[in-house]
């Protein structure tokens, strides 16, 4: 039977897996874009303690099932969190609700990426090793320039007046990375953002609060998960950065940190004198980038990660230390299929104008010492 390929969501990264599977001539199925649906699928098949990521997976593969997929790629993981045992737990579940799937879970076993480039020949069906190095260095363009667009729009949200001209040219230039066919395509969609950002007219000068978005890698990437923080943090004149964005845990996780570029390495290193064991998930690069972002001059962090997440409930026991220590500013949210938009946005806009009263305080405070 022909494999028909499906895959999880997670923030705009169906783009760059779509193009890679495809440029191997794999059949794919990319599951709907996540709904309330999917969402309610997957939390009344998945255990009420599951993380909130496995039960909208689960869901994206229900929503697939639908459309005619019937395997299913994901990463994997190991180590202390529950991660590892996503797909054993997706796989029997499926197979319950009578919706059985191939589960094809790629890893870095050995920390070899050989492991892994054999593991994509494997599914790639007969395809070239030639043909193979392409796709992956296709699917790795279109998700740099994707984190590209997602840095531009970030910039750009506090700094224009017409924030639905920034949505609107964000939206436009996924979807013309998503049709890119080739490697200079993908440059050529990242570079006309760019210029059309421009045309915005930002203004730089302007004073906007800079906030890291820090935590669980999902939470972090998947707007429908964290009800679009970055977006409100804009509308509110704040410019966010992530701790992590698509490439890095790409290159992390499935390349090795091969691919040129700035890892999470330095995340790890950074938060060495709070935490110095690996916790699972991004525990440690949740307090590193705490650290860093707080030695960049940023005003405050902003940390997300799914209820129940054990990594991030270790970095939030340590996060009052941090922030008392390198003095910056943290909040936690955590997410269920229970939030809501406005409780997000009540505790946003209280931490912003926490973020410019301490701003305000120390610009008085210095201006008082210069006199
Ligand atoms: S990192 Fe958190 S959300 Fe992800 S699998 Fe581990 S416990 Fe669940």
């Avoid at 609700?97 to 050995?110: F, H, N, Q, R, T």
């Avoid at 193979?132 to 790795?140: D, L, Q």
């Avoid at 992530?242 to 390349?255: A, T």
Wanted: charged letters at 25%; a neutral charge.
């Amino acid at each position: 039977m022909r494999r028909r390929i499906t895959f999880p969501h997670m923030g705009t990264s169906h783009i760059a897996i779509r193009g890679m599977l495809e440029s191997i001539g794999l059949e794919v199925v990319t599951p709907p874009p996540i709904t309330r649906r999917t969402l309610s699928l997957g939390t009344q098949y998945s255990p009420e303690f599951a993380c909130l990521p496995l039960k909208i997976n689960l869901g994206n593969f229900i929503e697939a099932y639908e459309m005619g997929a019937n395997t299913v790629v994901m990463s994997g993981g190991w180590g202390p969190c529950r991660f590892g045992y996503y797909a054993q737990v997706q796989r029997e579940i499926l197979k319950d609700l009578g919706c059985p799937m191939e589960m094809i879970v790629l890893e870095a076993p050995d920390s070899r990426i050989t492991g892994i480039l054999n593991q994509v020949k494997d599914l790639a069906e007969g395809a070239s090793w030639l043909g193979i190095i392409g796709a992956v260095k296709f699917g790795w363009e279109k998700v740099r320039a994707l984190d590209e667009v997602e840095m531009m729009a970030q910039e750009h949200r506090p700094r224009v007046a017409d924030q639905g001209a920034v949505e609107r040219i964000y939206q436009e230039s996924l979807k013309e990375i998503d049709r890119a066919a080739s490697r200079k395509e993908v440059r050529d969609a990242a570079g006309g953002a760019k210029e059309k950002f421009a045309s915005l007219g930002p203004d730089w000068e302007k004073e906007v609060a800079r906030v890291g978005i820090i935590g669980e890698i999902y939470t972090v990437l998947e707007p429908f998960v964290n009800l679009n923080i970055e977006r409100h943090l804009g509308r509110l004149g704040a410019e966010a950065k992530r701790s992590i964005y698509l490439s890095q845990w790409v290159n992390d996780h499935l390349f090795l940190g091969l691919m040129p570029g700035r890892g999470t390495k330095e995340l790890i290193k950074n938060a060495q004198p709070y935490l110095n064991y690996w916790v699972g998930g991004h525990g440690r690069e949740t307090i590193g980038a705490a650290v860093y972002l707080s030695q960049l001059g940023y005003d405050g962090v902003i940390q997300l990660g799914p209820l129940t997440c054990m990594p991030e409930i270790v970095a939030q026991s340590i996060l009052p230390l941090v922030s008392a220590r390198e003095d910056i500013p943290a909040m936690t949210l955590y997410f269920d299929e229970h939030t809501g938009e406005a409780g997000l946005l009540t505790r946003i806009e209280a931490f912003l104008e926490l973020l410019r009263r301490k701003k305000a305080n120390r610009k008085g405070t210095k201006q008082l010492r210069e006199a």
